[in-house]
Nanobody, 121 residues
Framework: QVQLLESGGGLVQPGGSLRLSCAAS????????MGWYRQAPGKQRELVAI???????NYADSAKGRFTISRDNAKNTVYLQMNALKPEDTAVYYC???????????????WGQGTQVTVAS
């Protein structure tokens, strides 16, 4: 089994910053990609940022220039630094990992439990 433990959400004023963390643990052979998604009330879950193992990054247009994704491969951890936050960034943020549990096994996708980010004055 694999667990993704998120932290760092909370309430912040518009223009403020938050840093989300997500640590993966359990039966992990190799992580292919880690990323962040979010889901606002009444909306579908959407990609925020993702970082494959090659180090490239992919951001949603809404995140470009304000959010930065990074990984610590030694710790199986992904971070999301969010700056210049806006009320429309309010959502539950979910960590995502695509990984193999053992050599030769298929890729599986795992989700964290979600962490609430609220941007309000």
């Amino acid at each position: 089994q694999v667990q993704l433990l998120e932290s760092g959400g909370g309430l912040v004023q518009p223009g403020g910053s938050l840093r989300l963390s997500c640590a993966a643990s359990g039966n992990i052979f190799r992580i292919s990609a880690m990323g962040w998604y979010r889901q606002a009330p009444g909306k579908q879950r959407e990609l925020v940022a993702i970082m494959p193992s090659d180090g490239n990054t992919n951001y949603a247009d809404s995140a470009k220039g304000r959010f930065t994704i990074s990984r610590d491969n030694a710790k199986n951890t992904v971070y999301l630094q969010m700056n210049a936050l806006k009320p429309e960034d309010t959502a539950v943020y979910y960590c995502n990992a695509v990984l193999r549990g053992s050599l030769g096994s298929r890729l599986n996708t795992y989700w964290g439990q979600g962490t609430q980010v609220t941007v309000a004055s």
